[in-house]
């Protein structure tokens, strides 16, 4: 499955933003999704997740309450809306999926991942 993230942008802290992870290929459906973001000069960490039956979602303790993973199988999109952001969220994005996961924290998981779009969170 071939992956598109966007959504990124300047925002002030305090402001929101929402991701989406756009799939084609394969139907997004039977994939869960994750996103991970990027700081300079870091690793890549896990954000949150959502496994294929969408039953579950997952969440890095940094951002739990403040964002919340949704998809949306009609079209074919994982989206990400991040409130209350703060400086620190300012990172590249990354969405990746794996084929009926549960939803994995770790990179290692997911086979298949998006370009990244860039989130800056001004104080």
């Known amino acids: 499955v071939q992956l598109q993230a966007s959504g990124g942008g300047l925002v002030q802290a305090g402001g929101s933003l929402k991701l989406s992870c756009a799939a084609s290929g394969r139907t997004f459906s039977s994939y869960a999704v994750g996103w991970f973001r990027q700081g300079p000069g870091k690793e890549r960490d896990f954000v949150a997740a959502?496994?294929?039956?969408?039953?579950?979602?997952y969440y890095a303790e940094s951002v739990k309450s403040r964002f919340t993973i949704s998809r949306d199988n009609a079209k074919n999109t994982v989206s990400l809306q991040m409130n209350s952001l703060r400086p620190e969220d300012t990172a590249v994005y990354y969405c990746a999926a794996a084929p009926y996961g549960s939803g994995s924290r770790l990179t290692s998981g997911y086979a298949s991942w998006g370009q990244g779009t860039q989130v800056t969170v001004s104080s």
């Open positions: 959502i496994s294929w039956t969408s039953a579950s979602t």
